[in-house]
């Protein structure tokens, strides 16, 4: 009888601690929850990251420009295999309202800063250490691009690599850029 009492009682409290380290865990999740998620045709969510030159970038600065955001690593070949399809295209829209940024993922920054040095890439490389960014767009994997058109709204998620020169890309990319004002003729 003594013997199934001090069971009842360690039982109870084995309970009382699972419970009380879900409750606790759960406490993080709640405050998760409420951060800004990205989702197709609504406001982008904002962000502020340094890149390796360490300047900063906030995503909100860059309104009335078309932005491509673009989540890589060095150790992903189908993102090295991108790189100079999307330097390509950086250089092919210095005339347009556009911005490239792209967001380190899981890597090192000295190996980003090699690998843009040894294929002479010229687009900002954003540091996110604690995958903050990452979490808010929701990848899955890399290499991942969000497109946000000038009014900060996302149009368009694209997973895996992607000829970023291409007929294809270039045509997705000038129907999100803003139209110049028509002239007025007299």
Known sequence: MIHTGKYNITACCILFFILMAFFLASCGKIEESKQEKASLNSPAPDFTLTDIQGKKWRLADLRGKLVLVNFWATWCPPCQEELPSMEALKQGMTQAPFQMLTILNNDRADFAQMLASKKGLSFPILLDP???????????????????????????????????????????????LPKPAETVRK
């Open 130 to 176: 604690e995958s903050k960014v990452a979490t808010q767009y929701g990848i899955t994997g890399v290499p991942e691009t969000f497109i946000i058109d000038p009014q900060g709204i996302l149009r368009e998620k694209i997973i895996g690599p992607r000829n970023w020169n291409s007929p294809g890309a270039w045509q997705m990319l000038s129907a999100y």
